[in-house]
């Protein structure tokens, strides 16, 4: 019997677990699976071998596995298939199959440009920071090269930047000095992140502290927050990772992408 379980990341912040715990029902309402149900990475209940576990008492035969992360980072390809092949080995005669993360997709990038438009019209000579969790891991500034170039054909912006929170370069106080260079009359900071929380206030307080003295090019737009495009890709996800063979297992893991 084929189950799907979503796994978010988990946050410290109880409404920032609560928020995609309320995402994923929304998005399982409209999966047609007998057996849908979702945990977390960490930080938060149920945990991945309680999801799992879930699966299994209801008749599950076959996972597919969603993780609900933005980009394909150490989460994706490390902490959660190493979490799947240590919980497998309870359920040895369990297919699993591992699906992508949302990743590059041009309905985030409506996503962004929806979150700049709705702070203010769009100067001609406006630029854009956008504002990533950061990785250790490369593949994380591929995709935000991709995202900065699909967001750029979509509109002529001056310039369109990156900068990171953490783990990576640039980190975002060197990304708003770079962007202070510039001629723009807007700077639009758009945080690439699903929760709006903790990283948000420091942002916001960063932002306040730029503008002072009379600038105010810098505005702060919102997270991605859980849009309705997000669920599209989400199931979007899934479709990819059910296998069309249904019952038919052979108790082993295969990772997508």
Not at 117 to 138: F, N, T, Y
Request: glycine share 8%; charged share 25%.
């Amino acid at each position: 019997m084929q189950a799907v379980l979503f796994v978010g990341h988990g946050s410290r912040v109880k409404a920032g677990s609560r928020q995609a715990a309320d995402f994923i029902r929304k998005c399982m309402d409209e999966i047609d699976v007998p057996i849908r149900e979702f945990c977390f990475l960490e930080l938060a209940e149920p945990s991945i071998e309680e999801g799992m576990a879930r699966c299994v008492e209801k008749g599950a035969t076959r996972i597919a596995v969603l993780p609900l992360l933005l980009l394909t980072a150490g989460h994706a390809k490390k902490d959660i298939p190493a979490k799947l092949t240590e919980v497998r080995q309870y359920y040895p005669y369990i297919t699993i199959d591992y699906g992508n993360p949302l990743g590059v997709h041009n309905a985030i990038i409506d996503i962004l440009l929806e979150r700049i438009h709705e702070q203010a019209p769009i100067a001609d000579d406006a630029s854009v920071l956008i504002v990533g969790r950061g990785s250790s891991d490369p593949g994380i500034k591929t995709d935000f090269t991709n995202i900065v170039r699909l967001l750029k054909e979509r509109h002529p912006f001056h310039k369109v930047e990156t900068a990171y929170l953490a783990a990576a370069e640039p980190r975002f106080e060197k990304g708003l000095e770079d962007m202070r260079t510039t001629d723009s009359s807007q700077i639009f900071v758009v945080p690439y992140l699903l929760f709006t929380g903790v990283l948000m206030k420091e942002m916001k307080k960063q932002i306040m502290e730029m503008n002072a003295g009379g600038e105010s090019r810098f505005i702060l737009c919102d997270s991605l927050g859980y849009h309705p495009n997000l669920k599209k890709v989400v199931l979007e996800r899934v479709g990819e990772t059910i296998q069309p063979t249904g019952d038919d297992t052979d108790g082993s893991l295969s990772i997508n992408g």
